[in-house]
């Protein structure tokens, strides 16, 4: 991972003020790259050690630019009815190689009617870019573990919830008598499975 980063803040006092006083702001860019290579003996990657699963070579790499800019502005301080009455904004913008162009921002507010008493409040946008791993692994065979809840082992019988569970099983097929049965218990425990990453993942996005 490389990261260059440049910030700066500070406040207005001496050039402008609001009634609660000087507006606070800060401000910076970011470039970061982060690379990932990963280079297994050829016994690992084609899984030929007893006990582990095979792990392909994996590489991959993205870079990102990023700008931001917040600021505080206190509306009003020490006055009836508000100790403080502010509010911040912020924004934050960047370019992936990856997913290209990604927004947030966010609006705040608080307010202390007095000084032992305050409410605050904000609305917040957010996003996730797709890592290298996520975006780049190549497909690889995996025995997670696992529990069919139609099965002995897995874990109605017994309990208030039995009744219910064989009745959503009998109703997607399987065959009555069979439900809680050990023939139908996955091998050891665990399914077979292939996963890999996807090129094509975009960011994931969130409102707080």
Known sequence: QTLFVATLSGDTDGLVSLPGGAIGWAGGVEYREESFDFRPSQALATGEIAGFNGQPAQSGGFDVYEAYAEV???ILADVQFADILAMELAFRTGEYSTVGQVETYKIAGEWAPIEDVRFRGSFNTAVRAPNIGELFAPSGEGFPGAADPCAAN???VGTADEARVRGICEAQGV???TVFSPAINPAAGQV?????????????????
């Open 72 to 74: 505080y502005l206190p």
């Open 154 to 156: 897995g874990g109605a």
């Open 175 to 177: 065959p009555t008598g």
């Open 192 to 208: 077979r499975g292939l996963f890999g990453g996807n090129p094509e993942l975009d960011v994931e996005e969130a409102d707080t």
